[in-house]
């Protein structure tokens, strides 16, 4: 079955420190990528997106994001944690072939510390 | 343009009411998404529609919860009745097949409480 995790809950990091939010999936087919944020009593906005090509993507708000084929992995960074970007971060996939279906994993609730 | 458009942004309403959530997608944008969030379960995908056609609803969590989409710009989620376990965020989103590859545009969400 198509699945996607994200295997932390709940992150907090210090503000100016590196993030690394975590990100799988179990797809059979060549997967779209996407990471969605949602702040406090917000809809989710798009970070960034993976289709093809180079495999680090770069997205809104200084965030970019790896495609490990081989670890069937998503990872978001950002290299400086702003106190703005906590937030709840989603990643989610989707195939040609869902007819524009996207599997949303759990989210990982970041808090950022002064 | 203006986005994806839902409303009301916030419902209050009693137990065994009628309630109806409203949607307006992207002009152009030919699927539309049902989504309701709440802490415990998290996001989950009721239903989806493409071309105004329900192609999935597997989502829809028992009878009480119906939705339609009458023509290419609106669509309605309605719940009847109502019960207090309903208390959720609800959020419409839109996307174009063959643009973006299945990106999905995202409304501001209904809050809805039943008392």
């Known amino acids: 079955a198509q699945s996607v995790t994200q295997p932390d809950i709940h992150i907090t990091v210090s503000e100016g420190a590196s993030l690394e939010l975590r990100c799988n999936y179990s797809?059979?087919?060549?997967?779209?990528l996407f990471w969605y944020v949602q702040s406090p009593g917000q809809g989710l906005q798009l970070l960034l997106k993976y289709f093809s090509g180079d495999t680090l993507v770069q997205g809104i708000k200084g965030f970019e994001a790896e495609f490990k084929r081989s670890q069937s992995s998503f990872n978001l960074r950002k290299p400086s944690v702003h106190w703005s970007d906590a937030a709840e971060y989603f990643c989610a996939v989707g195939t040609y072939n869902q007819g524009g279906k996207l599997i949303f994993g759990q989210g990982t609730e970041l808090s950022v510390k002064p | 343009d203006a986005g994806v458009i839902q409303s009301p942004r916030h419902e209050v309403t009693e137990m065994g009411q009628e309630v109806t959530l409203r949607c307006k997608p992207i002009?152009?944008?030919?699927?539309l998404f049902w989504y309701r969030q709440t802490m415990m379960r998290g996001l989950e995908l009721l239903i989806y529609?493409?071309?105004?056609?329900?192609?999935?609803d597997s989502g829809m969590p028992e009878d009480r919860f119906s939705a339609k989409m009458p023509n290419a710009s609106f669509s309605t989620l309605k719940i009847q009745p109502s019960e207090p376990r309903d208390s959720a965020v609800y959020f419409c989103?839109?996307?174009?097949?063959?643009?973006?590859?299945?990106?999905?545009?995202f409304g501001p969400g209904t809050r809805l409480t039943v008392l």
């Open positions: 989103a839109s996307s174009q097949r063959g643009a973006s590859y299945n990106e999905q545009f």
């Open positions: 529609f493409n071309n105004n056609v329900p192609i999935d």
């Open positions: 002009s152009g944008h030919d699927y």
């Open positions: 797809y059979g087919a060549t997967p779209y």
